[in-house]
């Protein structure tokens, strides 16, 4: 499935490290930093999608602005077999961009060992270049989660970079020709329900359970903020069982009895693309998403004037937050690595506006305020959600030693199709979840 190749690409999209002791510029000898004479730092990149050539310009751009830096730059498809090796002899890169969620877990290790550098402080420094501080600079939300502060400590260890939304995809044409508004809360949200079932339309469907990963974070979200967030990525006792995660099971149970019929029969890895036709189709309004779905069914039959629509999920309450998530990649400095305050300061050109525009022209869109007016067709739309109120979410659970027979993915997104067929209750669906949480908990890492 597209999701599941997309993430693992993004997982794959980049890291920056240093190709270790391999360049004669530097003597790596002399302990790092200092004053008065040229510079080596050492970045490195895995190669993704994106391509390596927007790694070669940003690197000659941050160049010919700091003249007093030589960059070393690596790029490869395969960076925890480049550079594993010479951090094992003891030679770290300077700034590495490399994401969670790898296979070969480096970034997690790294967590694991408290061998990330605390960067808080950079969010305070300016852009390199540019007279603002990259926090100000950056769309709200994306340094509130454990993708950044995985130890839940109110300290940034990586930085968010190149991202891609979620939300709720739907027909723009239709809702123009019925002149429905876009709902901004659960109220408008059930009460179009009415309306559309009054038409023989449905209000709800989705590809698959899997899809419930970001809806479901971003309600909880909603409900009680990342504080409430974080505690249940974190399998705090009693989370799922609190006030404010019981209003994020209710909207899905109430969500099940507004879902198109067919939905449950086709939420599999073969025919998930029957429910995703729903809503070019206009038999059902809204389906969670993320913005791979426009490729995905670039030659799908659809209704006539049929123009993509995304949307953040309403508010629980009017004026509430609404949240829409985010899967993105992470820039992290290792604590071991010999020039930390010319890795820091590169960190913040990655932020400029001219590094944007490299970046973005191979498609690498960054959490920046405004990105979105440099871009045009879908993406415009769909990456200017965080331009018009929404706010990110992002993250996941923390990491844990494997329990048999114990999922919370499983537990958690898998049961909706029960929740939707009727087959359970969500008072029963809750329950389990806060059991597994449970039984997860002392298994943290």
Not at 198 to 204: P, Q, R, S, Y
Not at 352 to 362: G, H, N, Q, R
Not at 406 to 415: G, I, Y
Request: glycine content about 8%.
């Amino acid at each position: 499935m597209k999701k599941k190749v997309l993430l693992a690409g993004m997982s794959a999209l980049l890291s920056v490290s240093l190709i270790a002791c391999q360049s004669s510029k530097v003597d790596n000898s002399s302990g790092g930093e200092t004053s008065g004479e040229k510079q080596t730092l050492h970045v490195a990149a895995l190669e993704s999608a994106y391509g390596s050539d927007m790694w070669t310009k940003v690197i000659d751009a941050y160049e010919a602005a700091n003249p007093e830096i030589d960059v070393e730059l690596t790029v490869d498809k395969n960076l925890e077999d480049v550079i594993s090796p010479n951090m094992k002899a003891g030679n770290y890169p300077d700034v590495v961009l490399l994401a969670t969620g790898r296979k070969l877990a480096l970034t997690e290790n790294l967590i694991k060992d408290k061998a990330l550098e605390d960067i808080t402080g950079v969010l305070d420094m300016n852009v390199y270049g540019e007279d603002v501080k990259v926090k100000d600079k950056l769309v709200p939300g994306f340094t509130d989660t454990l993708a950044t502060s995985p130890y839940n400590d109110g300290k940034t260890y990586m930085a968010p970079m190149f991202y891609s939304p979620t939300g709720l995809f739907y027909n723009a044409n239709l809702l123009k020709e019925k002149g429905w508004e876009v709902p901004k809360t659960w109220d408008e949200m059930w009460a179009l329900g009415e309306k559309a079932k009054a038409e023989g339309i449905a209000l709800f469907t989705y590809p698959t359970t899997g899809y419930f990963d970001a809806f479901f974070f971003s309600l909880l979200l909603e409900a009680g903020g990342p504080e409430l967030y974080n505690k249940a990525m974190n399998y705090e006792d009693g989370v799922w069982e609190s006030s404010e995660a019981t209003k994020a099971f209710e909207i899905v149970g109430k969500l099940a009895k507004y879902t198109e019929p067919t939905t449950v029969a086709n939420a599999n890895d073969k025919d998930y693309t029957k429910n995703q036709q729903l809503i070019l189709d206009n038999k059902a309004l809204f389906m969670p998403n993320g913005t791979w779905v426009v490729g995905e069914m670039a030659e799908a039959p659809r209704a006539d004037g049929f123009e993509w629509g995304m949307t953040a999920l309403p508010a629980i309450e009017e004026n509430g937050d609404r949240y829409a998530f985010t899967f993105f990649e992470q820039m992290w400095v290792p604590s071991a690595a010999k020039n930390k305050e010319a890795a820091k300061e590169f960190m913040t050109y990655v932020y400029s506006d001219e590094a944007a525009d490299i970046f973005a022209k191979a498609g690498a869109i960054q959490p920046i305020e405004g990105i979105s007016e440099k871009l045009t067709g879908d993406n415009k739309l769909f990456y200017s959600i965080y331009d018009s109120g929404a706010k990110a979410g992002m993250g996941g659970f923390a990491t844990t030693e494997a329990v048999e027979g114990v999922s919370m993915a499983d537990t958690l997104f898998r049961t909706i199709d029960s929740i939707v067929s009727g087959d359970k209750n969500v008072k029963d669906w809750q329950k389990a979840v806060e059991k597994v949480s449970d039984q997860l908990r002392s298994a943290l890492k």
